[in-house]
C-alpha cells in the first residue's frame, strides 16, 4: 500500500507534460484593442507568431488610461469579449486571453 502513495506523484508529474502539451493556438484568444496603435502592433504580431486564427482574435475599442470605469470595462471590455465567445462557439476551448 505504501508504494502506491508513493508512486502517485511521480504518475502525475509524469503526465503533467502531456496535458500541457495539448495546449495550442485553439485554446488562446488574442484581444486588440483598436484604440491603441501599440495594441494592434502587437496583438496582430502575437496572432502572426502563433499562428492564431482569425476566429481567434477580437477587436474592441475601449479606453487607453491606466484606469477605467467598472461600467465602462463591462460595456467595452467584458461584453464584447463575451460576446465574440459566445458567437463563435469558445467558450469551452479558449483557456487563456491575451
Known amino acids: 500500500m505504501m508504494r502506491c502513495g508513493r508512486l502517485a506523484p511521480l504518475a502525475v508529474l509524469a503526465l503533467w507534460p502531456a496535458i500541457a502539451y495539448a495546449q495550442g493556438p485553439d485554446n488562446v484568444l488574442v484581444v486588440i484593442n483598436d484604440a ?6 502587437i496583438g496582430e504580431a502575437y ?3 502563433r499562428s492564431i486564427a482569425q476566429d481567434h482574435i477580437v477587436r474592441i475599442k475601449t479606453v487607453t488610461t491606466e ?3 467598472r461600467r465602462a470595462f463591462t460595456a467595452s471590455i467584458e461584453s464584447p469579449i463575451g460576446n465574440w465567445l459566445f458567437r463563435n462557439n469558445l467558450n469551452d476551448r ?3 486571453i491575451v
Open 36 to 41: 491603441s496603435p501599440a495594441s494592434v502592433q
Open 94 to 96: 479558449v483557456l487563456y
Open 47 to 49: 496572432a502572426k507568431r
Open 67 to 69: 484606469t477605467i470605469e
